[in-house]
């Protein structure tokens, strides 16, 4: 019979030699399903995020609450460390693509990919069923702080909109929203703590998601422990905020902005 040859790779997501098809001939997929029909069926992204991320094609609330969500986080002005960096950069004269990774590389646990820790975090609480004050006060005494709660310039009295946009999407549209409900409880608890611990956008997206996974009836339960651990949903913020990144570059370059130098004004030199 036939011998396979071994191979140096495998993938599971997109295949460029495709389908026949006999109209077009050869047609690239995405998870099996042929350009065509992502285009000729009205697929949006957020479709086109769900067959390479997940593998499969995801309900119409699910796909528009991924859309809203790049939607949202596409930029947050130039003020926050990924634009700062991001227009120093093309300052300095650096093309498009450096450009954009040096914005994108300030993602991380402070800034933009608190995301999965936020997942990890409020799924483990709310599944062992750690009370609010419990779960806050646990981290506290591991000198953790919460992810998903804390914001530079929000506030209990001037929330974030974006927040309540998602929140309000996914009460109309999402099945259940425990762990987003869990989340507001841990927001509302270290909020008696200090006035700038509210739920931020990584924290918002972080529970919301884990109701997507655990409402659609799309995955099962060892695919969302998967998806947690391995911490897809930091992409999210990185796919959106790369949008605002590239217009960032565009327009300093467009401003004719000169090499940006930092006011010794502004810096403290000191021994
Ligand atoms: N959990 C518990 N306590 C906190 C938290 C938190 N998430 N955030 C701040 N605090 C408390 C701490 O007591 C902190 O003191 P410490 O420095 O001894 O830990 C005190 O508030 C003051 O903290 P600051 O450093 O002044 O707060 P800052 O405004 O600089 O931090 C930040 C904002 C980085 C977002 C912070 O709240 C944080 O680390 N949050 C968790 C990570 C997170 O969710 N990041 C995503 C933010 S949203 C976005 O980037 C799109
Ligand atoms: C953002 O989306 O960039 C922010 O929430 C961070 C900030 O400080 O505004």
Request: proline content about 4%.
């Amino acid at each position: 019979g036939k011998v396979r040859a071994p191979t140096h790779i495998i993938s599971t997501i997109s295949d460029d030699r495709g389908t026949f098809n006999q109209t077009v001939g050869e047609e690239p997929c995405y998870a099996g399903v042929p350009m065509s029909s992502i285009v000729e069926q009205g697929y949006g992204v957020g479709d086109v995020i769900s067959l390479l991320w997940f593998k499969r094609s995801l309900p119409r609330y699910c796909t528009k609450f991924i859309e809203i969500c790049i939607m949202l986080c596409a930029d947050h002005g130039p003020c926050v460390s990924g634009a700062h960096n991001t227009i120093v950069t093309a300052r300095a004269g650096k093309d498009l693509v450096s450009s954009l990774v040096s914005g994108l590389l300030t993602i991380g646990p402070r800034f933009g990919g608190a995301i999965d820790d936020a997942a990890r975090y409020f799924k483990d609480a709310y599944d062992r069923g750690l009370t609010p004050y419990e779960f806050v006060e646990s981290m506290k005494k591991k000198g953790i702080r919460v992810p998903g709660i804390g914001h530079r310039i929000k506030r209990g009295d001037n929330r974030d909109k974006r927040v309540e946009l998602l929140q309000e999407f996914a009460r109309t549209n999402f099945p259940s929203v425990k762990y987003m409900e869990y989340a507001v409880q841990v927001e509302t608890y270290t909020l008696t703590k200090a006035n700038n611990l509210v739920m931020n956008v990584d924290g918002a997206i972080g529970s919301l998601f884990l109701d997507l996974l655990a409402g659609s009836g799309m995955f099962t339960k060892p695919e969302i422990d998967e998806i947690v651990e391995i911490g897809y949903l930091n992409g999210l913020f990185v796919l959106a905020r790369s949008i605002g990144l590239i217009g960032h570059t565009f327009d300093q370059k467009r401003l004719k902005q000169p090499l940006y130098r930092h006011p010794w004004e502004d810096v403290l030199y000191t021994k």
